[in-house]
């Protein structure tokens, strides 16, 4: 045999720093596959739970006029007082907010004009006036116009 025609045995070892980066790609490539569909499950969730805060906003709202209107009718103005005043006070931050509140622009735009009324009623339910329960009665009634438009 003839030198030429023994061919050396080359044996291909991959190094360790290019096994180590193989491994490395491939971890990151399973952990993205992991995080993508969590990730957009999480962006889902969100959304959801943003609707349901903007709802319960407009339900807490509803709530402290109901509340005001039915502790007018029962003679507690005190209360009714404290609720009415919160429902302003509530409907002026949703009102303010523009783009983020649940309010669509001509709901904010329709109740402006009751914000006209609050200095008035809350006047009424601190002297304990029982013209206070029909002012609120027809407040809520507008209200809830306004809104389910």
């Known amino acids: 045999m003839r030198e030429d025609d023994v061919q050396p045995e080359t044996v291909e070892r991959t190094s360790p720093v290019r096994r180590f980066g193989v491994y490395a790609v491939v971890l990151l490539v399973v952990f ?6 969590m990730w957009l499950k999480s962006r889902s969730y969100a959304s959801s739970l943003a609707d349901a ?3 319960l906003s407009l339900a ?3 709530n ?7 502790d007018a009718r029962r003679g507690d103005y ?11 006070t509530d409907l002026r931050a949703e009102v303010d907010k523009a783009g983020a ?8 735009e329709g109740v402006l004009p009751l ?3 609050r200095d008035e009623l809350i006047t009424l339910l601190a002297r304990n006036d029982p013209a206070a329960a029909d002012r609120l009665s027809d407040l809520h009634a507008s209200y809830r116009k306004i809104v389910s438009n």
């Open 53 to 55: 805060e903007q709802q």
């Open 60 to 62: 807490r709202m509803q």
């Open 115 to 117: 914000f006209a009324q």
């Open 101 to 108: 509140s649940p309010l669509t622009q001509p709901q904010r």
């Open 78 to 88: 005190e209360p009714a007082r404290q609720a009415a005043s919160q429902f302003f």
């Open 32 to 37: 993205l596959l992991g995080l993508v569909p």
């Open 64 to 70: 402290n006029l109901s509340s005001s209107v039915i």
